[in-house]
């Protein structure tokens, strides 16, 4: 993504591009602030220059509510202003502006959609950046007590990621969505100590959570208003919280968790490194 010529190559011929390679943790934009510039600034001219020259029919943004930052107004709206909280967030606010800006100077269809809290199968839970809940998820498959960074209040907007695809397949279709932003999410906030809650009794454990220091960058509340993507995209979740976990904690039993290392506790809480 941060050559050029290789983005002008995979987009030749195509229709339309649904972009979402990037850096996509907080933490880690924290620690490398520039690379994650060239990746996700970077990367995304790359594309939208790419597309121009395509004449691509649409371009759909992974965006995210990080660019909300810590508003105190809840929930979030499309309207509100930047507030971003960490390079990451910084990132994806100069995203859309790119966006913005290519579709109005040289018609390229943009869209873009701030993802919310996405989850489900095949999420990364072995890096040190992993999201909270595939780690969780592992923690408790494991007989381990799971970590919370933070005191576990700070709320999320979980949506389930068939309910993210049903979104960007709307986003390429409908030519209302043209030139807009729209949040991706449920429209119901769950606080971290109520999610540990929930995947241990799915899980079927009664291990509970030990609390870390707050990561770098990490917001206290999030919760969408998803009014515009059900007006002009049609888009609204279908899949419950629950149902969502239960799903994903099916699928990492069934692929990706490995034998307990040890006898859990403290020592089996250290999270493995990046694959």
């Not at 967030?89 to 873009?112: D, M, N, Q, T, W």
């Not at 890096?127 to 970590?147: F, K, N, Q």
Request: aromatic residues 6%.
């Amino acid at each position: 993504i941060r050559d050029l010529d290789a983005v002008r190559r995979a987009a030749r011929g195509v229709d339309a591009i649904l972009h979402h390679a990037a850096v996509v943790s907080v933490p880690l934009s924290v620690e490398d602030p520039v690379g994650t510039n060239e990746v996700n600034v970077g990367g995304t001219l790359h594309v939208l220059v790419a597309a121009r020259e395509e004449r691509a029919r649409r371009v759909v943004f992974a965006s995210s509510t990080a660019v909300y930052g810590d508003s105190p107004k809840h929930p979030k709206s499309e309207t509100d202003p930047f507030l971003p909280l960490s390079p990451y967030a910084a990132s994806k606010c100069v995203g859309e502006i790119y966006g913005a800006l290519f579709h109005r100077s040289h018609a390229v269809p943009f869209v873009a959609l701030r993802y919310f809290n996405v989850f489900g199968p095949g999420q990364d839970e072995h890096s040190p950046y992993a999201a909270a809940i595939p780690l969780l998820t592992r923690a408790l498959l494991r007989g381990e007590r799971p970590v919370i960074y933070g005191d576990g209040t700070q709320t999320r907007d979980f949506v389930f990621i068939s309910d993210v695809v049903a979104a960007n397949l709307r986003a390429l279709d409908n030519e209302g969505a043209v030139g807009g932003v729209f949040n991706i999410a449920r429209g119901v906030e769950c606080d971290l100590n109520a999610l540990a809650a929930a995947l241990s009794r799915i899980v079927g454990t009664a291990s509970e959570p030990r609390y870390a220091p707050p990561r770098a960058g990490d917001i206290l509340r999030s919760l969408a208003d998803t009014r515009r993507a059900r007006e002009i995209l049609g888009f609204e979740a279908r899949v419950p919280l629950e149902e969502g976990l239960r799903l994903t904690v099916e699928w990492y039993r069934e692929n990706r968790m490995s034998p307990p290392t040890g006898e859990g506790g403290e020592d089996g809480n250290r999270q493995g490194g990046s694959r």
